[in-house]
């Protein structure tokens, strides 16, 4: 039995195949097109997920798609009907598509692929919260979803077991955390669905000094998690922005200006924000906990991306286990839809060993073999040097000790927002320039975002305060005691961004401000290659860490193919590709023709 997966029509569609329970393959469909977060219905990706599988249409037993437009479509009309005539421009702007598009998703899915057979339709925050429990290593676990909103909900706690699940509780819109986070990443200056990311990761710059202001103006909280937000604050209902002007006079100003200069303002509203989503996030786990006596956790939904908050719930000790879905946004809704298709509606036998997931390192994306990479090498003149697998790790060891910028493409890509081995971008986590040298030379992306360690599984206590797995680099952690440096006076009286270029431990490139870290934990057995090269670094020059950054530049999704990842190498200062077996050394390219102005674009104020 063959089961496709789609989401689509509002950000980051995909695909996925399972086949006969076995996730076979998954992908974005922004990673075919190149347009970020593409919302398209996913037509390249469906056709990746059928060449994988090495099957046509006809092979397809089950098409679900993960979530139900006319349930989405009555809260759109709901909400516009209770704030009438207020939202009248957003409810015309809205309508044609879904009067033309949006309802008919089953006549568009037997039009697009030509399917004639059964097609289902699960509710959105249903597809997260089976994103999130079948593919996990547990029998049983409490699962909680939490994002921008579906068609009503906006967080749900469900309970899985063997292949059922059992909605619990939801949370309905307007009253959402994802939305409250989207909001103040607008007002911040960063777009919503792409920029939450710079928001976690500005905040350890700024005080929670708004936070008090959040919880007594913007959102009622209870003690089990559950909450209101008064919608006096924000736009969202009924208009094209996310905030009122009553929440701009608020917080003293309107919504800072896109790639204008970051204030302290923008970096205290960060962490405010931030510590304010971590102690919703703490006191529903708490709740979940308490009333289900469960002790495993598994999250999706947006807001599950949120790894810093997942990494307090995680030292809080409320969860004996967590697990995190690492596509856990709208590109994951395909692989839950998928997989609830296979267990809950046609019944089929679930097992879980406790120990491993089922998602095979989320490498689920196309993969090259050499034998296309180096026809695409040969076939454009491009200079290389072959390398055999047991040579890979000690040169790419050796490259990385001298402090180059490697670029590395091997095996399937991975699903998910995540860069995590396959398509990555690699440097020494021990060199203090490297995180300056990756975001403006090679990110071509603000200074003041961190990078994520790549660390061995059985190194990961020797570096930091975790004792788990993270193999999908959602958790943040502390960086040990032991590995940290001490600051100087004059250092610790360093404020906002001008704590940046401040080196915090013995792996300074991979260090936040607040001497945290987003941990992706590598084991030999999920990803053998990249392990050995970590592993042979560590042998070498006594660290077991390296940086780790996804392949791509600033606006763009992560490399896919071999052209893309070589011309991404050539319109940046990286200096190798290791790309399959072949070394590529920067100064033995000829220059890319055309390509004058790519850094100009990408270039900050």
């Known amino acids: 039995m063959n089961i496709l997966g789609i989401s689509a029509f509002y950000h980051d569609s995909a695909a996925c195949l399972v086949r006969d329970g076995e996730i076979t393959a998954a992908a974005q469909e922004e990673r075919f097109t190149r347009k970020k977060h593409d919302q398209a219905f996913p037509d390249h990706a469906i056709d990746y997920c059928l060449a994988a599988g090495r099957i046509d249409l006809k092979d397809i037993g089950l098409v679900v798609f993960y979530e139900k437009p006319f349930l ?138 708004y936070k008090d202001v959040i919880l007594k103006e913007l959102l009622d909280l209870k003690e089990d998690g559950s909450f209101k937000l008064n919608m006096e604050y924000f736009n969202y209902c009924v208009g094209l922005t996310m905030t009122s002007e009553k929440f701009h006079r608020l917080f003293g100003g309107p919504p800072r200006r896109p790639e204008t200069k970051l204030t302290q303002r923008e970096m205290d509203l960060a962490r405010s924000v931030q510590d304010v989503t971590e102690e919703v996030m703490l006191r529903m786990a708490r709740h979940i906990r308490k009333s289900t006596g469960q002790k495993n956790l598994c999250l999706a939904g947006g807001v599950a991306l949120n790894c810093v908050g997942n990494g307090k719930v995680l030292r809080e000790n409320i969860f004996e286990n967590i697990w995190i879905q690492p596509a856990a946004g709208d590109a994951g809704g395909a692989l839950g839809a998928a997989l609830f298709g296979w267990y809950d509606y046609l019944g089929n036998k679930r097992s879980a060993n406790g120990r491993k997931d089922s998602l095979k390192g989320s490498y689920l994306g196309p993969e090259f073999k050499d034998e296309a990479i180096e026809k695409f090498l040969a076939g454009r003149q491009i200079p290389f040097v072959e390398l055999r697998e047991e040579q890979i790790p000690e040169k790419v060891a050796d490259l990385i000790a001298s402090e180059n910028v490697i670029g590395w493409f091997q095996g399937r890509m991975e699903f998910g927002p995540r860069a995590l081995g396959a398509r990555s971008i690699i440097g020494d986590a021990r060199s203090p320039k490297m995180q300056s040298v990756m975001n403006l030379k090679i990110k071509y992306r603000e200074s003041f975002r961190p990078f994520a360690p790549s660390v061995i599984r059985e190194k990961v206590s020797e570096y930091f305060e975790l004792e788990k797995d993270s193999p999908y680099m959602l958790l943040v952690a502390p960086v040990k005691q032991s590995q940290r440096r001490a600051m100087s006076p004059e250092e610790k009286k360093l404020f906002g961004i001008e704590k940046l270029n401040v080196a915090r431990s013995t792996i300074p490139a991979v260090t936040h401000v607040d001497y945290s870290a987003r941990i992706q934990t590598v084991d030999e057995e999920t990803n053998g290659l990249y392990y050995r090269v970590i592993k042979r670094f560590q042998e070498k020059y006594g660290c077991g860490v390296v940086v780790n950054t996804s392949f791509n530049v600033r606006g763009e999704p992560l490399v896919c193919t071999p052209e893309e990842a070589y011309r991404c190498f050539m319109r940046t200062e990286m200096d190798y590709l290791m790309i399959g077996s072949y070394l590529l050394d920067k100064k033995a390219q000829p220059a890319l023709r055309g390509d004058t102005d790519w850094k100009k674009t990408f270039e900050l104020d």
Do not use: C
Not at 108 to 117: A, N, S, T, V, W
Not at 149 to 155: F, L, R
């Open 72 to 209: 989405k479509f009555e809260r759109l009309l709901e909400t516009y009907l209770s704030f009438a005539p207020r939202g009248l421009g957003s409810f015309i702007k809205a309508m044609p598509v879904w009067i033309k598009q949006k309802l008919w998703i089953k006549d568009l899915i037997e039009e697009r692929i030509r399917f004639k057979g059964k097609i289902l339709f699960t509710e959105h925050h249903e597809s997260h919260a089976a994103s999130a429990f079948f593919p996990s290593p547990f029998e049983t676990a409490a699962v909680l979803t939490m994002d921008g909103v579906g068609e009503w909900a906006t967080s749900s706690v469900s309970i899985g077991k063997d292949n059922k699940l059992t909605l619990l509780k939801e949370i309905h819109f307007p009253h959402s955390l994802g939305l409250l986070y989207s909001a103040f990443t607008t007002y911040t200056g960063f777009k919503v669905n792409s920029g939450e990311y710079k928001v976690m990761g500005l905040a350890p710059y700024g005080e929670p000094r």
